[in-house]
C-alpha cells in the first residue's frame, strides 16, 4: 500500500516535470516577434573612432524609436538614418513612421560612430531601448567594451599578447611574439644547429604570415647563422 502511494508521487512529479519540461522548451524555440540588438568591436583606444551597430528586426508597427545611452565623456558622430544626439541625456536617437505596417522594411541597421577620451581606460558600457507602437524593450547584444591595453606597444593587445616586453620597433606575429623573442639566444638550445634551425623555421612562418619579405627572412638566418647562440663556451 506504502509502495504504491511511493510510486503514485513518483508518476505525478515525473508528469509535472515532463509538463514543466515542455513548457520551458516551447518558450526557447519560439522566436521573439522582434528584436534590437547591439554589435560594438572587443577593444577601444583613446581618440580612436569606435563603430556601433543596431540590428533592428521589426516584423510588425507603424512608429518605432530607437534610443541608445553611450559612455560618459565619449563623442558622437556619423549617425545613419537621421538619427541625432541628445547632448543632455547623452543619448543617440531615431525615430520612425516607417514600421513594416506602413511599408516599410522588417530589417533595419542602424549605425553611429563614438570617440572615446584621451587617456581613456577600463570597461565602458552602453545602455539603451527601444519601442514599436509604445512597447518598450532593452537593446540587447553587446554592452561592454573594453579599453585596448598594449604595454610593449607592439600593437598587440595584453589580453593576447603571449610574449610581453616586446622591444620596441620590432615585427610581431599575431600573438605579439617577434622572432627574437620565439628563439631567444640565451635559451638553453643544445647547439647552434639547433637554435639555427628553429630561427629557420620561426623566420618561414612570419614570411609566410606576410609579416617580413624573402630577403628579411634571408637576413634573419643569415644573422642567426653568424651569431655564437647554443655555441659552448671555449674557454
Ligand atoms: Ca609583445
Not at 538619427?83 to 516607417?98: A, C, H, I, P, Q
Not at 554592452?143 to 620597433?169: K, R, Y
Not at 624573402?214 to 655564437?228: M, P
Request: a negative charge; proline letters at 6%; glycine letters at 10%.
Amino acid at each position: 500500500m506504502k509502495t504504491n502511494r511511493v510510486t503514485e508521487l513518483k508518476q505525478v512529479i515525473t508528469v509535472t516535470f515532463v509538463v514543466f519540461a515542455t513548457v520551458a522548451a516551447e518558450a526557447q524555440i519560439t522566436p521573439p516577434d522582434r528584436s534590437a540588438v547591439r554589435h560594438l568591436p572587443t577593444t577601444y583606444a583613446p581618440g580612436v573612432p569606435v563603430e556601433v551597430e543596431l540590428e533592428v528586426n521589426l516584423l510588425s508597427g507603424y512608429v518605432w524609436a530607437v534610443e541608445d545611452g553611450i559612455p560618459a565623456g565619449w563623442a558622437v558622430t556619423d549617425i545613419s538614418d537621421a538619427g541625432s544626439f541628445d547632448t543632455f541625456n547623452r543619448k543617440v536617437k531615431w525615430l520612425f513612421f516607417d514600421g513594416p505596417q506602413s511599408g516599410g522594411p522588417t530589417n533595419r541597421t542602424l549605425s553611429y560612430v563614438v570617440i572615446p577620451p584621451a587617456g581613456e581606460s577600463g570597461t565602458r558600457y552602453f545602455d539603451g531601448r527601444w519601442s514599436v507602437d509604445g512597447s518598450l524593450d532593452p537593446i540587447l547584444g553587446d554592452n561592454g567594451i573594453d579599453s585596448f591595453t598594449d604595454a610593449d606597444g607592439d600593437g598587440v593587445e595584453d589580453s593576447i599578447d603571449l610574449c610581453p616586453n616586446t622591444p620596441a620597433g620590432v615585427i610581431v606575429n599575431d600573438t605579439g611574439c617577434s622572432i627574437g623573442q620565439l628563439c631567444p639566444c640565451e635559451a638553453p638550445w643544445r647547439n647552434h644547429g639547433e637554435y639555427i634551425k628553429a630561427v629557420v623555421g620561426i623566420a618561414e612562418d612570419f614570411r609566410k604570415a606576410g609579416l617580413i619579405t624573402t630577403s628579411e627572412q634571408k637576413s634573419v638566418v643569415l644573422e642567426a647563422a653568424s651569431s655564437g647562440c647554443g655555441k659552448r663556451s671555449r674557454q
